[in-house]
């Protein structure tokens, strides 16, 4: 009956006060041990199931018979009189599961006194002269257990706390890459952006500058229409004229030949310049609409081109936001 184990692990059975001895004495007892295993077990078990928590973890992970017989394996453990390396790997395996289905340490911990109670029954009932010393001995197997068990939920606590810091840290490796990237999207979309709004508000400023021409253009076909109207009147007094010498003529008979000619010729003059005075308005009507249409085209332009320069404000604002958020992402790091 002996302690296999590492000189730290040695040192942990000393402390607690464990021995070659004790080893040897709970495996002597193994008898009484197997007289008391199973009903220990079915005791135990009906306290376990009792609590709602734990019998909702053993429905969704084991079934009480399993428990039950790996329990009974458990407790006869106790009894081979040698600690080793397999010995201490198993505890650790058992308490790393129990730690992965959600078994908290204050429940498990809390079961060992439950077995050291019921077995103290046992043992007063069927070794009355010495189950006080089988006890002792089983507390300290037990103590030994309880310290494996919340080392197995310490390494496992750490794993969880690892396995989080290297998702974090894998986050934050993808935030930074996809921060680089927006950064240098930000560079390049405020560059562009503010070069449509210079743009866009270069282009209005000389649409207004050509509207202020097209202004003054309708200013001077109004001028020209203004010297078509007295035109018109002196054509109309030369036809008038016209007509006065005709009929002069005409009193004045042969005498009046010449003058009857001349008189002719005012009128067809006359009735020329009126004509063409007449395709002169059409035509500058015809202008007129056009530049109109044109000033209504040219002031959408320019109302265009004043919204798309707002617009490129706007963007521009919120690349600058956006480049804000990035600055706060690099800073989580």
Known sequence: MTIQLNEQRKKQLAYIGITDEDLAYLHGKRELFEQITSQVVDQLYEQVV???ELSAIIRQHSTLDRLKETQRWYFMSLTNGVIDEAFIERRILIGN???RIGLTTDWYLGTYMLYLDTAVQHFKRIAPDSWMTIILAL???FNL????????YEKDEKDKIQALSDAKQTTLTTISRIVQELSAMIVELSSSSQSVADSATHTADIQDQANVKVRELQSKIGEIDGIGS???EIS????LLGINAAIEAAHAA???RGFGIVANEIRKLASHSKESLVTVREKLQEITGVIGEVMQDAERTSTLARDQAASSQELTSFVQMIETITLELESIQ
């Open 236 to 239: 109309d007094q030369s036809q």
């Open 139 to 141: 507390s300290k197997m």
């Open 254 to 256: 042969d005498h009046g």
């Open 97 to 99: 599961i129990h730690s």
């Open 145 to 152: 257990d309880s310290q494996l068990v919340l080392e197995a």
């Open 50 to 52: 009792a609590v709602p």
């Open 230 to 232: 007295l035109l018109q």
